[in-house]
């Protein structure tokens, strides 16, 4: 087992720009899901992939999305940044009922 | 709507000091309830999943607990190694978690 690695650690960008963070699943598991954690929360569901299809969504808007690939990585793209999406983006992967969370990407907006 | 709290926001102990952290939840369709650690600036480490009211399981100086409602997290002799966030989600039927904001801990020397 490899673990759930993510890409960038950190990264700093200007409000309006798009972002691409990346997601390289631990082996074997075929689902992967990201949540945002705002500064002092706790991580909020934006979405989830099962064999390359989303299968769930949270309340974000349109401008977050998001892609699976058949090796099971992941990419989590967000458009049009505002400074609220400053945040730490983080990526599990899973298979049934076993979840391991990446150590995540910090995004700062400015 | 699927919500999850805890208490204390804070909590600072002594070493030795033992405590309990508090999560109560309201999550339909629930298909497990659990605890994760997070160090600053880290993803959440995995530590227990409680599945049904009574259900109990303990790692080291930890124990968690559920009822229907709430679970606790018990700190027996806590050690400042122990000083981190602790957060409590609930498993939805979505397949999705729902996090409640965490408690951070400070054990001191």
């Known amino acids: 087992e490899t673990g759930v690695t993510q890409s960038p650690t950190h990264l700093i960008k200007t409000r309006g720009q798009q972002v691409t963070l990346r997601c390289s699943s631990q082996s074997g598991h075929n689902t992967v899901s990201w949540y945002q954690q705002a500064l002092g929360q706790g991580p909020q569901f934006i979405f989830q992939?099962?064999?390359?299809?989303?299968?769930g969504r949270g309340n974000f808007p349109p401008r977050f999305s998001g892609l699976q690939f058949p090796n099971y990585s992941s990419e989590l793209n967000v458009n049009a940044l505002e400074l609220d999406d400053s945040a730490l983006y983080l990526c599990?992967?899973?298979?049934?009922?076993?979840?391991?969370f990446g150590s995540g990407t910090r995004l700062t907006v400015v | 709507e699927d919500q999850v709290t805890q208490s204390p926001e804070a909590l600072r102990l002594q070493e030795g000091e033992s405590s309990s952290l508090n999560c109560s939840y309201t999550v339909s369709g629930l298909r497990g309830l659990f605890w994760y650690r997070q160090d600053p600036g880290k993803g959440p480490e995995f530590l227990f999943t409680l599945y049904s009211a009574g259900e109990e399981k303990e790692k080291e100086r930890l124990k968690a607990t559920l009822t229907k409602k709430e679970s606790f997290l018990h700190i027996t002799a806590p050690k400042p190694e122990d000083s981190a966030t602790y957060l409590c989600a609930g498993h939805s039927y979505g397949q999705n978690f729902v996090f409640g904001p965490g408690t951070r801990l400070s054990v001191l020397p």
């Open positions: 599990a992967s899973s298979q049934e009922r076993g979840y391991t």
């Open positions: 992939y099962y064999r390359e299809e989303e299968n």
